[in-house]
């Protein structure tokens, strides 16, 4: 179930006008609000890989990573293409997952490093094949004559609290068409209204709701990790 874009813009106005502190526009919260979500899903990798990094025993952790995954996983998605080089990723792309190639698991690697497999022992085949992503292209090796199919992380979409304008007060319209909520998991959205709080704070320089937001989102990520 999405969190919904309107009860998120709801809840940061109450909290910021709780003390008089400004009025956020539907502009300025759907600038924040795309800014705080891209934060949190960015922060989904970084915890991932910090978790896997972990010496020792990591049975701690596993209840993470596998909640890590879950989050992660709603925004996989897979493309098929007819030849493998310099061909162009996906407008939504973020991360890549997995490359295939005929069926084929190809290794990642860069474009530097491409010089590794020019012996006849490490040349890409079909059943051997290599990818690298460089820029808005990722090419596959062999490229002719195969197909090739990625699976990949898209970004979450930006969220978009739409409105009509009456008597020069905007108000929620949810029968917009470009109406967005937000796509992160519901556990995230008290984190999306203490992030945009935050941006919010330093954006009408009210640098105490910035800091008061900071302060929240501290505390929050500490009740994370208890």
Do not use: C
């Amino acid at each position: 179930m999405a969190i919904s874009v309107d009860t998120v813009y709801q809840t940061v106005l109450a909290l910021a006008n709780k003390e008089q502190r400004g009025y956020i526009t539907p502009q300025e919260f759907n600038l924040f609000a795309g800014q705080a979500q891209m934060e949190i899903f960015n922060q989904y990798f970084y915890d991932l890989n910090r978790a896997i990094r972990i010496p020792g025993n990591q049975s701690d952790y596993a209840d993470d990573n596998g909640i890590l995954q879950d989050k992660i996983s709603i925004f996989i998605k897979a493309s098929t293409y007819n030849a493998g080089e310099d061909q162009l990723l996906p407008e939504d792309f973020y991360r890549m997952s997995l490359v295939t190639v005929d069926g084929n698991t190809a290794e990642k690697t860069s474009r530097e490093q491409q010089e590794m497999y020019k012996s006849p022992l490490t040349t890409p085949t079909k059943s051997r094949p290599i990818f690298y992503v460089i820029g808005n292209e990722f090419s596959v090796k062999p490229s002719a004559d195969t197909q090739t199919r990625i699976s990949y992380i898209r970004k979450p979409k930006n969220p978009k609290w739409t409105y009509v304008i009456v008597n020069e007060k905007a108000l929620w319209n949810p029968d917009a068409a470009d109406k967005q909520d937000f796509e992160l998991n519901l556990e995230e959205q008290s984190n999306l209204v203490v992030k945009i709080l935050k941006l919010a704070g330093v954006s009408i320089e009210d640098y105490n709701l910035a800091q008061s937001a900071g302060q929240e989102e501290i505390k929050n990520i500490q009740q994370q990790k208890s």
